[in-house]
C-alpha cells in the first residue's frame, strides 16, 4: 500500500494500491504509442500544449499548492511559488524550444554538414519529494518538447502530487500516455530501467540512490542524468556586505525547511566578520515562524518525515559532541508532526559531520577560516559539489575565485537556485548531466550528424 500523510499532523491523507504488472504494462504500452505519434507533430505543433499546461497550472495553483504542502509539509506560500515556477518552465521551453531544436550547422568538407537532435522515447524521471512539483515538470518540459514522453516513478509519499500531475496533462488536453504516473515501490526502479520501452533515466534524489540507478542504466546501456545530494558552501569573504550576506544566508538554508539539495548548508566565513555574520544570521532565523504550514503566518514549516527528523537531530548532536557551539534550537518540536527547531552551530571545523555530512533539514554550519584561500579549500572538501554562494564586493576577484570551487554553479552575492534560463547540475558526488537550458534539453536527444556529398573540391 502507498500511503499519503500530513508530515505537519501524522495524519493519513489516503492510501492507494500499487499499479500491478498488468497496469505497469499497459501504461508503458501507452506511452509508446503516445510518444511516437508526439514526436511525429513537429516542435511547432508541440508548443502550444507546453502553453496550455502553463496555463491549467496556474489556474489551478492554489489547489495544487494545497496539496503539495499536505503531503510534504511546506509553507502554502512556498507552494504556490513552486507551481508559479514550473508554468514558467513549460512557458520558457514553448518559446525557445525551436530554437533549442534547430539544426546545427558544421563545417567539414562536405557540401552540407549537421546536427540533428531526434528524441530517444520514453524518459523515466525518478522523482523526490521536496519539490514534488517543480522536479517532475522541470524535468517533463524539455522532454517534452524535443519529442519525448515521461514516465513518472515519484516518491512514494507524494502519491497524490504524481495524480494531480497526470490530471494536469490531462486537464490540459495533452495527448493521453505522454505523462504517465506509476504508482510503484522503490524496488520496481530497475525493472524499469532494463525495459526495453524505456530509453533514458533522470534522477533526483540522494547519491546512494543514484549510485544504484546509475549501475542499473550502465547494465542496459542507457542514458541517464542524475542530480544528487550536496553539502553546499556559503563564503563569506571579508570584504562582503556582511548584512546583505546575512539576510540571504536565512533564506538560503532555512526555504523548504532546510530541505533542498542546493541549500546553503556550510556558511564559511573569514575570521574579521564571522562574529558581525553570526549574530546578523541568528537575528534573522529567529524571526521564523514555525508552525502549520497552511497558516499564513508560518514562515517554516514541518520535515517530510518523522524519521528524516531524527536522523538531522543525530547529525545536530554529533556535531556539538565533536565541539561545535550551539547558538539556537537543536530539539525537536513537541506535539504533533516533524517540526525541527531552525538550528545553528558556531565553530564548526571542517571534520565535523555536520560539515562532512549532507544535512538535509534546517540546520546551519558556521566554519571560520582565516583567508580567502582557506575559505576555497574549505569549499572544496566535500565529496559534493552542486551549487556554491561567494559573497565579496570585489566582483573581479570573485570571479576569479569562482572558477576554484568545485560545483556545478556559483552564485555570487545571491542564493544558488534553479532558473529555466540556466543550465543545472554538479560534479563530483552531486552527479552528472545538466537539466534546463539547452543543455537539459539536448540530454534526451539523439545528437545525430547528418553528411550531405559530393565533397566540395
Known amino acids: 500500500m502507498i500511503t499519503s500523510f500530513n508530515p505537519a499532523t501524522d495524519e493519513v491523507l ?17 506511452a509508446q504509442r503516445a510518444q511516437k505519434a508526439w514526436a511525429a507533430l513537429g516542435v511547432e505543433a508541440r508548443r502550444p500544449h507546453l502553453l496550455k499546461l502553463a496555463q491549467t497550472l496556474r489556474a489551478n495553483k492554489e489547489r495544487y499548492a494545497r496539496i503539495i504542502t499536505l503531503e510534504m509539509g511546506k509553507p502554502l506560500a512556498e507552494a504556490v511559488g513552486e507551481v508559479e515556477k514550473c508554468a514558467w518552465n ?12 534547430a539544426d546545427y550547422p558544421m563545417v567539414s568538407a562536405a557540401t552540407d554538414s549537421r546536427l540533428v537532435y531526434d528524441p530517444l522515447g520514453l524518459v523515466l524521471a525518478v522523482m523526490p519529494w521536496n519539490y514534488p512539483f517543480w522536479q517532475v515538470m522541470r524535468a517533463a518540459a524539455p522532454i517534452l518538447i524535443s519529442g519525448n514522453a515521461i514516465v513518472l516513478k515519484h516518491a512514494s509519499n507524494v502519491p497524490q502530487c504524481a495524480l494531480a500531475m497526470e490530471e494536469l496533462f490531462r486537464e490540459a488536453g495533452v495527448p493521453e500516455g505522454l505523462f504517465t504516473a506509476l504508482l510503484v515501490g522503490g524496488s520496481e526502479v530497475d525493472r524499469l530501467i532494463a525495459d526495453d520501452r524505456i530509453a533514458a533515466v533522470t534522477f533526483t534524489g540522494s547519491t546512494p540512490v543514484g549510485r544504484s540507478i546509475a549501475s542499473a542504466a550502465g547494465r542496459a546501456l542507457k542514458k541517464q542524468v542524475l542530480e544528487l545530494g550536496g553539502s553546499d558552501p556559503f563564503v563569506v569573504l571579508a ?17 523548504n525547511t532546510g530541505q533542498s539539495c542546493i541549500s546553503a ?3 564559511i566565513v573569514e575570521h574579521a566578520v564571522a562574529d558581525r555574520f553570526r549574530d546578523a544570521f541568528v537575528e534573522g532565523t529567529r524571526k521564523l515562524v514555525t508552525g502549520d504550514p497552511l497558516q499564513a503566518a508560518s514562515t517554516m514549516g514541518s520535515m517530510a518525515r518523522r524519521q528524516l527528523r531524527e536522523e ?22 513537541e506535539g504533533p508532526g516533524a517540526f525541527y527547531e531552525p538550528t ?19 540546520a546551519a554550519a558556521i566554519l571560520r577560516v582565516g583567508s580567502a584561500e582557506e575559505a576555497i579549500a574549505v569549499a572544496n572538501d566535500t565529496p559534493f559539489g552542486l551549487g556554491a554562494s561567494l ?17 556545478g554553479a556559483v552564485f ?4 544558488v537556485a534553479s532558473d529555466p534560463r540556466l543550465p543545472f547540475g554538479g560534479t563530483k558526488q552531486s552527479g552528472y548531466g545538466r537539466e534546463l537550458a539547452h543543455l537539459g534539453l539536448h540530454e534526451f536527444t539523439n545528437i545525430k550528424t547528418v553528411w550531405t556529398g559530393p565533397v566540395r573540391t
Open 312 to 333: 538531522l537531530h543525530v547529525q545536530v548532536q554529533a556535531t556539538i559532541a565533536q565541539g561545535a557551539k550551539l547558538l539556537m534550537g537543536g530539539r525537536a518540536i
Open 14 to 30: 489516503a492510501q492507494f494500491e500499487p499499479h500491478q504488472d498488468s497496469q505497469i504494462e499497459q501504461r508503458l504500452a501507452a
Open 239 to 255: 570584504d562582503a556586505d556582511v548584512e546583505a550576506a546575512a539576510a540571504v544566508a536565512v533564506k538560503a538554508r532555512f526555504s
Open 391 to 407: 559573497w565579496s564586493r570585489d566582483l573581479d576577484r570573485a570571479r576569479r575565485l569562482s572558477r576554484l570551487v568545485d560545483a
Open 90 to 101: 513549460f512557458e520558457y521551453y514553448a518559446e525557445q524550444g525551436p530554437a533549442f531544436l
Open 265 to 267: 548548508k556550510r556558511f
Open 344 to 362: 545553528i552551530l558556531d565553530q564548526v571545523s571542517p571534520q565535523m559531520t555536520a560539515a562532512r555530512e549532507e544535512t538535509f533539514g534546517p
Open 412 to 415: 555570487i552575492n545571491g542564493m
